[in-house]
């Protein structure tokens, strides 16, 4: 099923590589934090090419919400605790900018682009939305605590940021990759060092920026461990009024809200990748009991890469890897995700400091509660029995009825039902 956004805008098209190459930068990866990446390169005089295995924006950026914030969920007091006032900083500063940066580009673009406040609610705990003040306090962030807000939901109260957008994404794009080096259809299949094998051509590179939303090389970086994938749910409906802002829900299972245009955003149902969940079954029902009067003219699916404490892996790769790069794990938040990883990667390649890259770093210790949740699923599904197995790392395959496709608990890796990937790690089909 197509998104809102797919269904109202053709991006431009692009050709397959069919010939070796050899560049400055290789972006492998279509979609928002790639491009971003490349228009920045672009701006500077680097030399690069972008690939991307289907076409442009056509996995999780064509299906996001698309709400451009630096409040990410409750966050801040979670940082702060584990990492500290400087590290708190770093990450407001740094998604601060990517906001600022994109309020800069969007002045210039026709896409919707819309102020709003954002609020991050929750159904139950008011002692984490009174932390999460508190954290805001420490670094001087002015945010606001809504007793009250106008939703049909039930809620313990909302920590309000002021003055954040919302946007149509894929008209961002369509501007954005105008003029840039770009190949579609173009499936880098190994990585040979620095060079890239495809099926018709190679691409040798000084440095190379892995944004394919979960990194694809196992044997560096562990991220088969450090991150585990979230499926979410929307419903665009017509006639279900105005909501007069963004909210979402504190917990990773609750419910978004946001309008485009004359239609809410309804969003919700989610549960980890191979799971059973809500899926638009719950987000139908919702609607029916709180818009009995609305009526559905869209709905998509999305997938997130969650990582171990809610801090994207944005910087190396790896330790080990020099001149190799990797942006993932933007935890639901991918557009000033995106952004952020893409002033933080292009920085690292002009040899320029960036003061708030040191929290984002991949390296970063990794021993958390969700390591050990993550390493027990992997351990269960690959004891599981199954005819269907997932070619990333042979962990047995879940039918998704909601979906119809085949789903890995594990890593994320999707199916359809006969057998084509249509979300990595895993880099080819079943029948592969």
Not at 395 to 416: I, M, Q, T, V, Y
Request: charged share 25%.
């Amino acid at each position: 099923m197509k998104s809102l956004w797919q269904e109202t805008i053709k991006l431009p098209r692009f050709e397959q590589l069919d010939h070796d190459i050899r560049t400055d930068v290789l972006i492998i990866g279509g979609g928002m934090t790639g491009l971003l990446c490349a228009y920045l390169l672009s701006q500077t005089g680097v030399k690069y090419v972008l690939v991307e295995k289907d076409r442009i924006c056509s996995g999780i950026t064509g299906n996001t919400i698309a709400k451009i914030t630096y409040q990410h969920g409750l966050i801040y007091h979670k940082i702060m605790g584990r990492y500290g006032v400087e590290a708190t900083v770093q990450y407001f500063s740094a998604n601060k900018r990517a906001f600022e940066k994109y309020k800069e580009l969007c002045r210039e673009i026709d896409c919707d682009y819309e102020v709003k406040d954002n609020f991050v609610y929750s159904t139950s705990d008011r002692r984490a939305l009174e932390a999460e003040m508190n954290a805001l306090r420490r670094i001087r962030y002015k945010a606001q605590f809504c007793e009250n807000i106008d939703l049909p939901v039930k809620t313990a109260g909302a920590v309000m940021f002021p003055d954040q957008a919302q946007f149509h994404p894929l008209k961002f794009i369509a501007a954005v990759c105008e003029g840039l080096n770009i190949y579609e259809h173009t499936f880098v299949r190994e990585m040979i060092g620095n060079t890239a094998v495809t099926d018709h051509g190679r691409i040798t590179a000084d440095r190379v920026i892995a944004a394919t939303h979960f990194p694809f090389i196992n044997k560096h970086g562990s991220y088969y461990l450090k991150l585990f994938q979230h499926r979410s749910y929307v419903l665009a409906l017509r006639g279900a009024g105005d909501v007069g802002g963004m909210y979402v829900d504190e917990s990773h299972t609750g419910m978004s809200f946001r309008n485009h245009g004359d239609l809410l955003l309804l969003g919700g149902g989610g549960h980890r990748t191979g799971h059973k969940g809500g899926s638009w079954n719950e987000l139908t029902a919702f609607a029916a009991h709180a818009y009995p009067k609305a009526r559905e003219k869209y709905r998509w699916a999305a997938q997130d890469c969650m990582s171990l404490d809610g801090i994207p892996y944005i910087g190396r790769y790896s330790e080990n890897t020099k001149g190799f790069y990797v942006a993932s794990g933007f935890n639901k938040w991918g557009m000033t995700g995106a952004m952020t990883a893409a002033m933080i990667l292009c920085d690292r390649i002009l040899g320029k400091k960036n003061n708030c890259a040191e929290v984002f770093d991949p390296s970063r210790s990794i021993l958390k509660p969700q390591l050990f949740i993550n390493a027990f699923e992997a351990t269960k599904n690959l004891l599981t029995v199954s005819k269907k197995r997932c070619p990333h790392l042979g962990c047995a395959l879940k039918w998704n009825s909601a979906e119809h496709s085949w789903d890995c608990p594990c890593h994320g890796s999707r199916f359809s039902k006969q057998g084509k990937v249509l979300d990595n790690p895993a880099n080819g089909d079943l029948n592969e």
